[in-house]
């Protein structure tokens, strides 16, 4: 399992023109499932994003969590994030979940998520979404579950 986390000031999600789930300070997520991923990613995943330290504290020092920060994530699913560009110029995606694998464990992400604490809103899974993302530093991050980057 793959995430891209950006600290952001906005963010929302468009599917067909209107706006499904938006959030204010805190962090976005874009999460990609691959093919050899299963629940314990999932949970693996949403206790790094939960409790990762991407937010300054009264010395400036990025100390604080999203939990600490009473911030707000919102959760995309992106299988693109399992795209393979070594080769050629098209990307090859054989290595991201199909979705009836992909779809439970973007589920079983938000609710980990929301169990560790973390208010949560999420785009459509398997749908074209318009996601804007209002980055705050810029600050993004790569997390894997399966490696490190």
Same mark, same amino acid.
């Given at each position: ?10 963010? +929302? ?29 999932? +949970? ?6 939960? +409790? !990762? ?7 400036? /020092?990025? @100390? ?5 920060? @009473?911030? *707000? &994530? ?30 439970? !464990? ?9 169990? *560790?604490?973390?208010?949560?809103? +999420? ?6 979404? &318009? ?9 993004? !991050?790569?997390?894997?579950?399966? /490696?490190?980057?």
């Amino acid at each position: 399992m793959r995430a891209v986390v950006q600290r952001i000031k906005y963010a +929302h999600v468009e599917v067909d023109g209107n706006v499904i789930a938006s959030v204010g300070d805190g962090l976005a997520v874009l999460l990609g499932i691959g093919v050899e991923d299963e629940e314990a990613d999932a +949970h693996y995943l949403a206790g790094k994003v939960a +409790h !990762l330290r991407v937010f300054e504290d009264d010395s400036g /020092r990025l @100390n604080l969590s999203v939990l600490d920060t @009473n911030g *707000e &994530v919102l959760v995309v699913s992106n299988f693109t994030l399992y795209g393979d560009c070594r080769k050629g110029r098209r990307p090859s995606f054989t290595e991201a979940a199909p979705p009836e694998l992909a779809q439970p !464990l973007y589920e079983a992400f938000i609710s980990a998520l929301k169990k *560790e604490g973390v208010k949560v809103a +999420h785009g459509m899974f398997g749908a074209r979404m &318009v996601v804007r993302i209002d980055n705050n530093g810029p600050v993004t !991050l790569l997390l894997d579950s399966k /490696r490190q980057f």
